[in-house]
């Protein structure tokens, strides 16, 4: 476990919820961003968050906290941010939009291990998440992309030769009021 770091990404402008950050959104009296983490347990000593605002509320949840340094850059931005800073062998890339940990994605970071270098992204019924497992040793690959002016998550993927894993649930985010009203009070 000690071999992954979850990467957040918070650099969202949250258009479709009011402006809102979705990562602080309180859904049964708890951040979202706590509710994600609370998940995984077991991956609780490496946690980086990339965000665009409200570091300092962040910090709570985090033992990283890195800002956007480029506005409106996509994803893409920060997971090239957290890939940088990474120390582990994989770094676990999850959104805080993210509804809830797939089950079968938990399961599957248990036995990451056992991958070696190889990465990963989640996909539900043939389109892609930003769900994804990464070698740090692609990190040169991953800055040459983004310099390159790529900023396409699927792009990156590509560039990574990540293998796509189906992942029932992966594709579910929090994107409408509706959305949000079905995880609970907030």
Known sequence: MEQITLGFLAGGKGQRLKNRDKGLLVIDGQPQIGRLIDQIPEHRT????????????????????????????????????????????????????????????????????????????????????????????????????????????FGLYQALALSPLECPGAASDIDMSSQLNALGDH
Do not use: M
Request: glycine share 8%; proline share 5%.
């Open 46 to 153: 490496n946690v980086f968050i990339v965000c665009r605002r409200n570091a300092w509320l962040y910090a709570h949840y985090a033992t990283h906290i890195f800002c956007d340094a480029s506005r409106d850059q996509g994803p893409t931005a920060g997971v090239v941010a957290l890939l940088d800073a990474c120390h582990t062998s994989h770094l676990a890339i999850i959104p805080c939009d993210q509804q809830h940990i797939p089950s079968h994605w938990r399961a599957w970071l248990q036995d990451a291990g056992n991958h070696g270098d190889t990465g990963y992204f989640a996909t539900e019924a043939g389109q892609h998440t930003p769900l994804s497992l990464i070698p740090t040793n692609q990190k040169n690959k991953a800055t040459d992309y983004y310099d390159g002016g790529g900023r396409s998550l």
